[in-house]
């Protein structure tokens, strides 16, 4: 537990907020920066008067025990929480908390980060990857996902259902499980012309096997994707 008594809280730029460390760690509220004020729309005088509990969402479905356990045991804690401004506002934050001694007495305080443009751009992204599922999976033309060494990571039911299988029958198969064994030497030279010289894109006519054994013929457009690492 540190030893800090007097804390610069207008000087913080994320919301500062000290509570008295009560028996379940949410006891009343010690000070409030200016920020914590702006915030949530309440004077320092009206947030004085309240606790942690006071601000916290009620359909918010976050497990406090765990934290309020360790800040018991002196440790720091990290996790996300949502706000209710006097308004009725929501504010998803992210909250570091710690014990000290405020005053003489133990207390908590808390740095309350707000993270709403964090969670809006999560929420598009998963909006974006469900997206391009939806589109990936009830493609009219067959896709697939393949790692570099020819291994499907994804394949849409059109692509499955051509060849006589289910998505998930192909997971983990490779390539050359189901190419015609005289078009394999074309399909490997052309990934490594991707992989190793950069060639971003090839389109072949093919042959495939489908499971019962006979010839597919497809005209296949491949694409090489990077990861945000460049691999």
């Not at 909006?127 to 291994?151: I, K, W, Y």
């Not at 490997?188 to 495939?208: C, H, Q």
Request: aromatic letters at 8%.
């Amino acid at each position: 537990m540190g030893g800090l008594s007097q804390i610069p809280v207008d000087y913080v730029l994320d919301a500062l907020l000290i509570h008295i460390a009560g028996s379940d760690q949410m006891g009343q509220f010690l000070e409030a920066n200016d920020v914590a004020c702006e915030r949530l729309g309440y004077t320092r005088a009206e947030l004085l008067r309240m606790s942690p509990k006071d601000l916290h969402s009620k359909t918010n479905k976050v497990d406090t025990r765990s934290y309020t356990a360790r800040l018991a045991a002196g440790q720091s804690v990290l996790f996300e929480q949502i706000h209710v401004a006097k308004n009725g506002k929501e504010i998803p934050v992210e909250i570091h908390a710690r014990p000290i001694l405020w005053e003489g007495q133990k207390a908590i305080v808390s740095m309350a980060r707000d993270i709403t443009f964090r969670k809006r751009v999560e929420k598009d992204l998963r909006t974006s990857e469900e997206n391009f599922r939806l589109a990936f999976d009830h493609a009219l033309v067959g896709q697939v996902m393949v790692c570099p060494q020819g291994c499907f990571l994804q394949v849409n039911y059109t692509f499955a259902k051509m060849l006589g299988y289910s998505p998930v029958d192909l997971l983990g198969k490779r390539l050359s499980d189901l190419t015609h064994p005289d078009d394999m030497s074309q399909t490997d030279e052309l990934f490594r012309a991707m992989l190793k010289e950069g060639v971003p894109f090839y389109r072949i006519t093919k042959r495939y096997l489908h499971r019962d054994g006979h010839v597919v013929w497809g005209e296949v457009s491949t694409v090489l994707l990077r990861n945000l690492d460049g691999t």
